[in-house]
């Protein structure tokens, strides 16, 4: 059996895939689904999959982010990235010799992906291809501009508040508190919307239910189980960073 994650946060997209893969490889089980990057890396660190099926643009981690986490969590997890870039990327998936699937996935192109990786199954994934993959999409077009302020409210105040001002973002039920060195806020969002809408490069998921301005962050330790605690510059209390996402400080 062949135990695979897939991770898409558009539902359609992932019952379409699953169903596929079912058909084109009928000894692949897919043990587990994500919707979103930090949920997929915690299902690779719990399940160690042969094969992870990643979203190159999903909530929280990116896709590319998720596979460099697998590199250390899960060494042996081959890769394929699905991917909605149009043919302008394209050459940089084939310079990087990295798998990957456009979206709508066909099933021709998804066979011709399981193919491969049946020789590949066993082996440990190709670290060095997926830095190729990482430099050579750094210059591609983004969507739309990330979040620059909020509101949320204070009390019985409403405020204009700067995203680069907030230290981190925690999910509080069906909304999330935004963390700033003045005290908390609350947002009427959730805090899975929320991280669609920030700014990747700045705003960092480390937990499932914490989001982090890097900027905020003064120090990262680790513990003996790899999971780690964040120092922040103007705030006292220390946030958890969950194992998987302890690949985001490698270079702290």
């Not at 099933?107 to 670290?127: I, M, N, Q, S, Y």
């Not at 009427?188 to 700014?199: H, M, N, Q, V, W």
């Not at 999971?227 to 705030?235: A, D, F, M, N, Y």
Request: glycine letters at 6%; aromatic letters at 6%.
């Amino acid at each position: 059996m062949i135990r695979c994650v897939v991770a898409e946060d558009e539902e359609l997209l992932r019952r379409s895939l699953i169903e596929l893969l079912g058909q084109v490889w009928p000894e692949a089980t897919v043990v587990a689904q994500a919707e979103d990057g930090g949920a997929a890396a915690e299902a690779i660190a719990a399940e160690k999959p042969d094969v992870a099926f990643l979203d190159i643009r999903m909530p929280g981690m990116t896709g590319l982010e998720v596979a460099a986490a697998s590199i250390e969590l899960s060494p042996a997890t081959q890769v394929v990235f699905v991917t909605a870039y149009d043919q302008y990327a394209i050459d940089a998936f084939e310079k990087g010799a990295v798998d990957y699937l456009l979206k709508p996935v066909n099933r021709e192109r998804l066979e011709a992906t399981v193919t491969r990786l049946k020789g590949r199954v066993g082996g440990e994934a190709d670290a060095a291809a997926l830095a190729r993959l990482s430099q050579l999409l750094a210059g591609l077009p983004g969507g739309r501009a990330p979040l620059t302020w909020i509101t949320a409210s204070s009390g019985t105040e409403t405020r204009l508040v700067m995203v680069e001002d907030v230290a981190y973002f925690r999910a509080d039920n069906k909304y999330t508190v935004a963390m700033t060195a003045e005290g908390e806020m609350l947002l009427r969002k959730p805090l899975r919307e929320l991280i669609a809408e920030l700014d990747p490069n700045l705003f960092k998921q480390v937990h499932r239910s914490t989001i982090v301005n890097m900027r905020a962050v003064a120090s990262v330790s680790r513990d003996e189980t790899g999971k780690g605690t964040i120092k922040l510059k103007t705030r006292p209390e220390r946030l958890s960073v969950s194992q998987p996402y302890m690949t985001l400080f490698r270079a702290m």
